[in-house]
């Protein structure tokens, strides 16, 4: 994932397999700019708001998952995990839709053989390989390699592929120098033999292979979205994750009669599994480390940009500018155009007409510094979204330790002083003038409050509700509109 993780090499607590292992304490940070304590905890009458609790006895969650609206969870998520295409496709999106378009003819032949139709598996090709069938993911042929991605020993043992790594690897090196050499002729020759020993570079020959995986996966689970879940994450590891969802069960018990029986989609097992609910399941999830979690919501997206670029291409295009306009995809959430409130005399305005609602005094503590106070403001959703984070984070940690939040709403006059001030304000960032972003401290009291804050994090922004960024002394947070379903979560206007 392009967006950073929460933990850092100086910092408590977070995408390659090591990216969700906390790193060492770091101490408790005081911080000497003006801070806002979340210690968020609702009080008053029943139910109490748990995020990531599901809907109990006495508790309550707006975000927790409905099968019956499992459909827009999903379209939420692709929304929500689009913008990793965007930013990382090699050449922009544009050309990488181009060269995944290319071999459109081949993928509808494949897909005609295979239980994966031509869209999800063209998507595939955009998302393995962004439309290159000679990509390699690490310096040996031995990895990840192909249109399709295809791990040597998954491609001998499991799919039938002929693939000679030997002589696989000393044709590559021969690319390699005819390609440095700008002999372009000698490249496709020696490619040509490639694809020959090794068929991961044979386009046809992989999307072949890759409908055959489709086919085993399918056997196994009976469902299309979880098939190709596991083309990411592996058959094995799906499993296991279902199995642990379901918990105590006949072992004997083939997985597909289990998930029919259970009506359970990959919807249902990524956002009903928590560090509070099914947590045997969200731990096996969450130590995988290689995004396959968030696989499917990624191929949904990738889905969605190929069509939309056959109809209008200039749409990806405009797409493309808003994803790209910011590290995080924030723009998408709160483009061009949304009110800008350009000093401090419009801030205090803002606050007087309750457009911008106070941190409640009575759920926040406040710690001296040298922020304004017009910093303690955000427009009603960005706080409610606050609330849901540092309620979730200190429910799941079980600490009465506090997130803190080291910059909010400040006018566009004045962000850049108000940057000089403190360590918030992430780069000074103009939606701080829109009352939606506000920027939470990366010093934290312990390991367990980083790794709550980072699954908070991750789940808003699967729900399209948050887009956010690590910088070296922040999070920032930019809260979509989408946060409306938590505006109960705090005093209306």
Do not use: C
């Not at 018990?253 to 947590?279: C, E, W």
């Amino acid at each position: 994932m392009v967006r950073g993780r929460v933990i850092g090499p100086t910092h408590v607590g977070r995408r390659s397999r090591s990216r969700r292992g906390p790193a060492l304490l770091a101490g408790v940070i005081v911080v000497a700019a003006l801070v806002v304590v979340l210690v968020l905890g609702l009080t008053g009458g029943a139910p109490r708001l748990v995020p990531g609790g599901g809907n109990a006895n006495g508790t309550f969650d707006p975000l927790a998952f409905d099968p019956s609206r499992a459909a827009g969870y999903e379209a939420a998520a692709a929304a929500g995990y689009s913008h990793v295409i965007y930013d990382k496709s090699p050449g922009g999106i544009l050309a990488t839709v181009r060269r995944t378009e290319h071999f459109r003819r081949d993928i509808e032949a494949a897909a005609r053989s295979g239980p994966v139709d031509a869209a999800t598996l063209e998507a595939i090709v955009l998302l393995e390989s962004a439309g290159r069938p000679d990509v390699v993911a690490g310096p040996d042929p031995s990895a990840a390699a192909g249109l399709t991605q295809i791990v040597a020993q998954t491609g001998r043992s499991l799919l039938g592929m002929r693939i000679d790594l030997s002589t696989s690897r000393r044709l590559a090196a021969q690319i390699a120098s005819a390609r440095k050499a700008g002999n372009s002729a000698l490249v496709a020759h020696l490619s040509a033999r490639r694809a020959h020993v090794d068929q991961r570079f044979d386009p046809r020959a992989a999307l072949a292979a890759t409908e055959r995986y489709m086919a085993i996966a399918m056997r196994t689970f009976g469902r299309s979205d979880l098939t190709v879940v596991s083309y990411h994450m592996g058959i094995g590891n799906l499993e296991t994750a279902l199995r642990r969802y379901l918990g105590p069960s006949d072992s004997t018990q083939p997985i597909a009669k289990l998930v029919a029986d259970n009506g359970l989609s990959y919807a249902r097992l990524y956002f009903d599994s928590t560090p509070l609910r099914h947590p045997s399941a969200y731990a096996w999830l969450y130590q995988l480390g290689d995004d396959s979690e968030s696989y499917l919501w990624r191929l949904r997206a990738a889905t969605q940009i190929l069509a939309l670029y056959r109809t209008d291409p200039a749409a990806v295009a405009r797409q493309a500018g808003l994803e790209r306009a910011s590290p995080s995809g924030e723009r998408v959430l709160r483009p061009p155009g949304t009110p800008v409130l350009a000093d401090q005399a419009a801030v205090r305005a803002a606050q007087a007409s309750r457009q911008l609602l106070p941190i409640p005094s009575g759920t926040a503590g406040v710690k001296a510094g040298l922020q304004p106070a017009a910093a303690l403001s955000l427009r009603p959703e960005a706080l409610a979204a606050a609330v849901y984070i540092g309620t979730g984070v200190r429910t799941i940690e079980r600490t009465p330790a506090p997130l803190q939040i080291t910059a909010a709403t400040t006018g566009a006059a004045d962000l850049r002083a108000a940057a000089r001030a403190s360590h918030g304000l992430a780069d000074a960032d103009p939606l701080h003038a829109t009352g939606y972003a506000f920027d939470v401290s990366r010093f934290y009291a312990s390991p367990a409050q980083a790794q709550a804050f980072q699954f908070m994090l991750d789940r808003l922004l699967a729900l399209d509700v948050i887009a956010w960024q690590r910088y070296p002394h922040n999070i920032h947070v930019v809260v979509g509109p989408a946060a409306i379903a938590l505006r109960g979560l705090v005093p209306s206007r």
